[in-house]
């Protein structure tokens, strides 16, 4: 395959989007909305074949398998972005120079955007909604994994799309084989932009070998700390959430941080987690506080490598600390600067948390699970960005932009 023709038309494309009204993406996403729910069965049996592929235990398992509960979710996320206002021509600051000159920067869309996932099929959605709403064609390399259900899923958009007369390519998917990523990667001065979304052994390979820009969406080691002021029914409650939630998601919690005097509390705070049979690698005051009020058979000692690493399974680690600079020195040497949560009741720890903790999103009281799009009112995300250019956090729609600069003269010439 000519994986530079299939890029240079995915480029032509950019220029279909551009005539189209916001009224008209509304109807063309909310057409799409519709046959994905029409064609719910066929998509579970295509879903079916990736997933008979999969060991179940593998935790990747549960990202993959979709379900009609979980299709309609979909849909009602991308209604949700369709509805959205657009970020597109909207003015970002304005100003006339002395000479007559008028200034405006003015928001516009990237153009096309290629965006490489693992085995989640709900991101062919999720990245197209958001792509089409902002005005970018999106080119889609997802993981053998989740290639049927990710067939099915695209065909169903270029369909639509056609209908409309807008061409398929406005929705690219390359096929699973690796050389289609090295192609992308590759592909200086067509495409604008690489998302990586999954491990982080994806997103380093994308890091270190793309020769077009990158956004990182980084993986997600989060950490709960419980500190001496902390009401222990809410954080029994966040602990429970954070975890068991759906642990195969970035924002899961990996590692409890506890604060020595309330060790007391620790049985009380994993309650809960013993229903999900959460595996616990604790350290050694944190072992013998558990040690007996805990399943034996659920009950490690952390090593070394319990630390700093995101699970994605019925796992989690905790550290016992002296107080909050401890706390927040373990979260600056092990997080991943993604989603990161104090327990507390006191205002002041309460500030000197949010100002210092270095995270995409810092949480007072609640649970790391709301490290998303939708649950930050955005309708969807293409991934939550760790890295600090550009875009940080849920990624939406004003996050798949960029501006120009637009110069309006009378005739003026520079002396």
Known sequence: MDYRIVFENAQKAVTALSTLSDEKIREILSSIGEKVNNETGRILTENQKDTDRMDMSDPKYDRLKLTKERIEGMVSDMKAVAQLPS????????????????????????????????????????????????????????????EYSNIALVKIIQNVLQSYGLPAECCTLLPVEREATTAL??????????????????????????????????????????????????????????????????????????????????????????????????????????????????????????????????????????????????????????????????????????????AACVYVNASTAFTDGAQFGLGAEIGISTQKLHARGPMALEELTTYKWIIQGEGQIRN
């Open 87 to 146: 970020p597109l021509g909207k003015v970002l600051s304005e100003t006339v120079r002395p000479n007559g000159l008028k200034i405006t920067k003015r928001r516009v869309p990237f153009g096309l955007i290629g965006v490489i996932f693992e085995a989640r099929p709900n991101v062919c959605l999720d990245v197209f909604s958001l792509c089409f709403k902002s005005g970018n064609v999106c080119i889609l390399k997802g993981g053998s994994d989740a």
């Open 185 to 358: 990667l590759n592909a200086e001065g067509v495409v604008d932009l690489v998302i990586p979304r999954g491990s982080q052994s994806l997103i380093d390979y994308v890091r270190k070998n793309a020769k077009i820009p990158v956004i990182e969406t980084g993986a997600g080691i989060c950490h709960t700390y419980f500190d001496i002021d902390g009401n222990k029914e809410i954080g029994q409650a966040i602990i429970n959430n954070a975890k068991t939630r759906r642990v195969s998601v970035c924002n899961a919690l990996d590692c409890l941080i506890i604060h020595e005097k309330r060790l007391s509390d620790l049985p009380f705070l994993c309650e809960k987690l013993k229903e999900s049979n959460v595996i616990i690698y604790a350290d050694e005051k944190a072992y013998h506080t558990l040690k007996g009020k805990y399943p034996e058979d659920l009950l490690k000692q952390a090593t070394p490598e319990s630390f700093g690493t995101e699970f994605l399974d019925y796992k989690m680690s905790i550290c016992t600390v002296a107080g909050l600079e401890e706390a927040m020195e373990h979260i600056a040497r092990y997080g991943s600067k993604h989603s990161e949560c104090i327990i507390t009741e006191n205002q002041s720890t309460t500030a000197r948390f949010q100002n210092s903790v270095d």
